[in-house]
C-alpha cells in the first residue's frame, strides 16, 4: 500500500522585506553621491582650468599693451645719440622712458610696493608735413599740410626729413594748416635748430630752416601703473592702468597685483647696444654712472591674481616675465 503525500501549497512572494530595501536605498544613495561627487569635481576642475586660461590670457594682453608703448619710447626712425637736438621745454637729462622702484605714497591711488613706468613716444598717426618755415625776432611760425589738431599747447617735435636736426618744442597757437611757436611760457626759444636746451641756448642755430619734407609729430607722455578698478562691483583687486600725463587715465586689465621692472642697460664705452646688467629704477636714479639714456631693454614681470580662489581654497595667481627691446637700441 503506497503512502500518501500530502502536497503543501507554496507561499506566495509579497514583496521585499524591510532590510532588503534599507540596503538597495544605502546603495543607490552611494552611488548617487559618488556621481554627484564625480560632477562636482568635474565642473571645480573645469572652473580651475578656465580661471588659469583667464589669467594666462589677460597676462599676455598686458604685456602686449606694454610691450607696444615700450618699443616705441623715444623711435622716430633716427639716431638719437647723434641728431643734434633743439629742446625747447627742457634740458637733456630728460629720457625718453624713465620709471620708478616699489613707490611709497606715490599718489594717484597707486598701490604701494609696485613699480610705475613712464614713456615718451611719438604718435605717427598724429601728425603733419612742413610747407614752410618763417621767424621773427620773437616767434617761429609753420605751414603744414592740414591735418590733425594740435589741442591744449601739446609738446611736438619738428624732425628734418634727412635726420639732419630735431626741435622739441610746445605749441603756442595752431590751425588746421598752420603752427606757432613762441618764446616764453614752457618755450625757453623759439629757434628750432641746433643742439641745445633750456640750460645752454648758445648753440642754437637761427639761420637754418627745416626742408619741405620735415614731420611734425605730437609726443604723447604716458605710464603704467597698478591701481584699484574702476569697477564699484569690485570691492578688492587691482588692475593695470595705462596713464596719460596730459590726459585722462585708462584701465587696462582687471586682475593685475603687482608690476616690476628691470631696466637692460648698455654701459660699455662705446656703446655697443649689447645689455651688459638689469638694474633697477631705484639703482639706476642713485649711481651717477647710470643713465636711463642708456637703456636696451625692459624686463616686465606681472603677478596676476584670478576673481575666484583654487580648490584648496588658495588663491590662484600667475607670474609672467618678457623681455621687450626697444627699437632705437640705445636711447
Not at 500518501?4 to 507561499?11: E, G, K, Y
Not at 597757437?173 to 629757434?191: F, P, R
Not at 603677478?303 to 616675465?321: V, W, Y
Request: net charge negative; hydrophobic share 40%; charged share 20%.
Amino acid at each position: 500500500m503506497n503512502a500518501l503525500t500530502v502536497m503543501h501549497p507554496r507561499s506566495k512572494q509579497h514583496g521585499f522585506s524591510l532590510i532588503e530595501l534599507l540596503i538597495a536605498l544605502t546603495l543607490s544613495l552611494v552611488v548617487i553621491g559618488g556621481a554627484i561627487q564625480i560632477l562636482l569635481s568635474g565642473q571645480r576642475s573645469y572652473q580651475l582650468l578656465l580661471q588659469q586660461a583667464r589669467l594666462q590670457e589677460n597676462a599676455r594682453m598686458a604685456l602686449s599693451y606694454l610691450a607696444a608703448d615700450i618699443r616705441q619710447a623715444g623711435f622716430v626712425g633716427c639716431d638719437l645719440q647723434s641728431i643734434p637736438i633743439a629742446n625747447l621745454v627742457g634740458n637733456r637729462t630728460e629720457s625718453w622712458l624713465y620709471g620708478w622702484d616699489d613707490v611709497d605714497d606715490f599718489g594717484k591711488g597707486i598701490v604701494d610696493g609696485t613699480d610705475v613706468l613712464a614713456v615718451r613716444r611719438f604718435q605717427f598717426d598724429h601728425s603733419r608735413k612742413l610747407i614752410s618755415q618763417s621767424s621773427n625776432t620773437v616767434s617761429t611760425l609753420l605751414t603744414t599740410t592740414s591735418g590733425i589738431e594740435f589741442d591744449n599747447e601739446p609738446i611736438v617735435a619738428l624732425v628734418d626729413s634727412d635726420c639732419s636736426n630735431m626741435a622739441i618744442f610746445q605749441v603756442t597757437d595752431s590751425t588746421n594748416s598752420s603752427v606757432e611757436v613762441e618764446a616764453g611760457g614752457a618755450n625757453c626759444s623759439h629757434i628750432l635748430r641746433g643742439n641745445f636746451d633750456c640750460d645752454q641756448l648758445a648753440n642754437a642755430d637761427p639761420s637754418r630752416r627745416y626742408s619741405p619734407d620735415a614731420q611734425l609729430f605730437a609726443i604723447e607722455h604716458i605710464g603704467y601703473a597698478i591701481h584699484p578698478p574702476s569697477s564699484k562691483s569690485l570691492t578688492e583687486g587691482t588692475s593695470l592702468w595705462r596713464l596719460n600725463f596730459n590726459g585722462s587715465n585708462q584701465e587696462i586689465i582687471e586682475g593685475v597685483d603687482d608690476l616690476q621692472l628691470r631696466y637692460g642697460l648698455d654701459t660699455s664705452n662705446p656703446v655697443d647696444g649689447v645689455i651688459d646688467r638689469y638694474f633697477n629704477a631705484a639703482q639706476i636714479n642713485a649711481a651717477n654712472h647710470l643713465s636711463f639714456d642708456q637703456l636696451v631693454a625692459v624686463e616686465i614681470t606681472l603677478t596676476m591674481r584670478a576673481e575666484s580662489q583654487s580648490i584648496g581654497g588658495e588663491d590662484l595667481t600667475l607670474s609672467l616675465t618678457a623681455q621687450v627691446r626697444l627699437a632705437n637700441g640705445v636711447l
